[in-house]
């Protein structure tokens, strides 16, 4: 009789099997789009003089912005924009060994499967 899975490892499995691309994005780290996608636009006044650069997740659709001053230099904290769900589906997932065992698991099924099917399709490139 095979051991009964501890209520961790379900949690991870579980999220594993409802989030392949948050999976992905936590193990592996994003995949930020290319600059074509990456936008950058002036700060507002009251954070200095310089640009905000957003770049976005090709898998998951989270969303980064980095500050830099106007001499070229990143400053400040790099912010995210999380996807709907994308904090509270991993709110659901214990931090211990089973549960953090059970998803990298789960990734290395990823790593060794198709995977072509859980990418977040590129957007068509504009024309100027
Ligand atoms: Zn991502």
Redesign the pocket.
């Known amino acids: 009789m095979r051991p009964s899975l501890s209520e961790s490892t379900k949690a991870g499995r579980r999220f594993a099997k409802n989030n392949p691309?948050y999976l992905r994005?936590r193990r592996a780290k994003?995949?930020w789009l290319d600059e074509d996608n990456a936008t950058a636009t002036n700060l507002p006044k009251e954070e200095g003089a310089g640009w905000r650069i957003t770049m976005e997740?090709v898998?998951?659709g989270?969303f980064r912005h980095e500050k830099w001053d106007r001499y070229g230099n990143r400053f400040g904290n790099l912010t995210y924009e999380w996807p709907d769900g994308y904090r509270e589906e991993f709110a659901q997932v214990p931090q211990d060994k089973d549960a953090q065992a059970a998803l990298n698991l789960a990734w290395l099924k990823l790593l060794r499967g198709p995977r072509s099917a859980t990418v977040h399709p590129l957007p068509v490139p504009r024309i100027a």
């Open positions: 691309n994005c994003r995949h997740c898998r998951c989270t």
